[in-house]
């Protein structure tokens, strides 16, 4: 025979509740909870694997679906970090003198990661800044007087050449090949059959004035390469102090920022030493 269902009283179907016992208008203004309810014991072993120094140990939380494990471990972890002592950030910097083994250093938390975006602004500033420098009217008008500088310092020494080959009725002649020397009159070279008709005596002073002005020709030929070269260097380092104006004012403003840490101010020393014109910033 079966039991009789029994009939619940209405009191039985509401739990009353005094309003007036709670401080609060909604539950919205309440903290979130940081732990499982009835789990204290659960707690208890997150509490203590938590505090674990050692490595290689790790929390398993294992229960049914739905009771919000993850939302509360990882709450009740995110205010155990907020009481602990802010760790260390460490980073890698590009070691200048010896590329193939970076720089470690260590900073306190959030700088390593300031310094990481300071320096990402800063090669994009130069990207655009350092192009911009070379594009000017002002540095091709530089450039352009270096390459004078030389052609007037060449053309000097041709010309003095030049004027001591016509005191001896010899001209100086531009080939296609470089320089010739030839005998000359009224300051034009003779035709070989004019030369032929010459005396012997005439013949053998142009020979032996041609074969001096060739040694002093030579010595002359013989010292482009090197004014060349102090032409290239010239250049060369007018690009260098092009480059580093630019970058000297955006790394005095992050010197700014980093003025208590002598180690980042070390770092940006070394960026602006660095020789920017073997870069390009694409």
């Not at 970076?102 to 300031?114: F, M």
């Not at 009224?186 to 030369?195: F, L, T």
Request: hydrophobic content about 35%; proline content about 5%.
């Amino acid at each position: 025979m079966s039991n009789p269902i029994l009939s619940l009283k209405p009191a039985q179907l509401y739990q009353a509740c005094d309003p007036g016992q709670f401080n609060f208008t909604t539950t919205a203004e309440l903290a979130d909870l940081t732990e499982v309810i009835g789990q204290a014991r659960a707690m208890d072993a997150v509490r203590f694997g938590s505090s674990i120094r050692q490595e290689g140990y790790n929390l398993f939380v294992m229960g049914p679906s739905g009771m919000g494990k993850h939302s509360l471990i990882q709450q009740f972890l995110k205010n155990k970090a907020s009481q602990e002592a802010e760790s260390m950030d460490w980073c890698y910097l590009n070691n200048f003198d010896q590329p193939h083994q970076p720089k470690v250093l260590k900073l306190p938390s959030g700088k390593g990661e300031a310094l990481r975006l300071s320096m990402e602004g800063l090669v994009e500033y130069l990207r655009t800044a350092i192009p911009a420098q070379f594009e000017s009217e002002e540095y091709h008008n530089k450039v352009n007087a270096i390459h004078q500088a030389f052609n007037e310092r060449q053309e000097k020494v041709i010309s003095e050449l030049g004027e001591e080959a016509e005191k001896q009725e010899i001209v100086l002649l531009r080939t296609p090949d470089g320089f010739a020397l030839a005998p000359s009159r009224n300051h034009e070279a003779i035709p070989p059959e004019e030369y032929d008709k010459l005396p012997q005596a005439e013949k053998e002073r142009i020979l032996t004035a041609i074969a001096g002005l060739q040694e002093r020709l030579e010595k002359v030929l013989s010292h482009l390469p090197q004014w060349r070269r102090e032409r290239s260097e010239h250049i060369k380092q007018l690009n260098r102090d092009i480059m580093l104006s630019v970058v000297a004012h955006v790394i005095d403003e992050l010197r700014a920022q980093y003025t208590n840490l002598p180690e980042v101010l070390n770092f940006l020393d070394a960026v602006q030493r660095h020789d920017f014109t073997c870069r390009r910033f694409s």
